[in-house]
């Protein structure tokens, strides 16, 4: 149990809906990230958040967003859902913004399912 | 962050250790290498790193050559447990942050 919690386990939704995937992350961990793991295209970085703040962003669609609340916990919002959204999504912490830290503690992941 | 290249899949027996290699031609004097591993569907896990001494702890060791273009991860007493998805990753600093860039990976199989 790497301490960082991912809810809902498993997501079936349809084209064209809006879904959020909500993580904790370790206590006392300030940096958030959420990556995507597709059968095509492996496991990719979708965006970094530190103490509430946008660090960095990587391969993320317009149609995907993301927030760090106050008290630390993220959600990441998917919208006009595609057959391709279909992934695992995982969220993982650490402590520190640095990207000389690249201990970063994964969840157990969201399986999305776009019918 | 330097690219990393690793074998698609090795396998070992139980109880023997098991090497995992990984080039990486390319890192700058202030990248890591990183390892990390995936059990089937779970969460990414991490292993170890280091930035140019072999490094130890209790799940494995990392050997990184001199020149630091290859490194060499070693899971001593390989069990069936640690079949798994293994991930060498090379990661700097400055505006990267905290981005993992996960390749391919190599597939460890270990037999009873």
């Known amino acids: 149990d790497s301490g960082v919690t991912q809810t809902p386990k498993h997501l079936i939704t349809a084209t064209g809906q809006r879904v959020t995937l909500r993580c904790s992350p370790r206590s006392g961990d300030l940096s958030v990230y959420w990556y995507q793991q597709s059968l095509d295209q492996g496991l990719q970085f979708l965006i970094q958040?530190?103490?509430?703040?946008?660090?960095a962003k990587g391969n993320i669609l317009e149609r995907f967003s993301a927030q760090q609340f106050p008290d630390l916990h993220s959600e990441l919002n998917l919208s006009s859902l595609e057959l391709g959204d279909s992934a695992l999504y995982f969220c993982?912490?650490?402590?520190?913004?640095?990207?000389?830290?690249?201990?970063?503690?994964f969840g157990p992941g969201t399986r999305l399912t776009v019918l | 962050d330097a690219k990393t290249t690793q074998p698609t899949s090795m396998d070992c027996a139980e109880g023997r250790a098991a090497n995992l290699p990984c080039n990486h031609s390319t890192i700058s004097g202030n990248e890591y290498v990183y390892w990390y591993r995936q059990i089937h569907s779970q969460g990414p896990q991490y292993i170890i790193h280091g930035l140019k001494n072999n490094e130890t702890n209790e799940m494995a060791s990392l050997i990184i050559t001199e020149d630091r273009k290859s490194s060499t991860l070693i899971l001593p007493h390989a069990t069936l447990r640690d079949t798994a998805v293994y991930y060498c990753i090379v990661k700097g600093g400055g505006t990267s942050y905290g981005k993992l860039t996960f390749g391919q990976g190599t597939i460890l199989t270990v037999h009873p």
């Open positions: 958040y530190y103490n509430g703040e946008e660090r």
């Open positions: 993982a912490s650490s402590v520190e913004d640095s990207g000389r830290n690249g201990e970063q503690f």
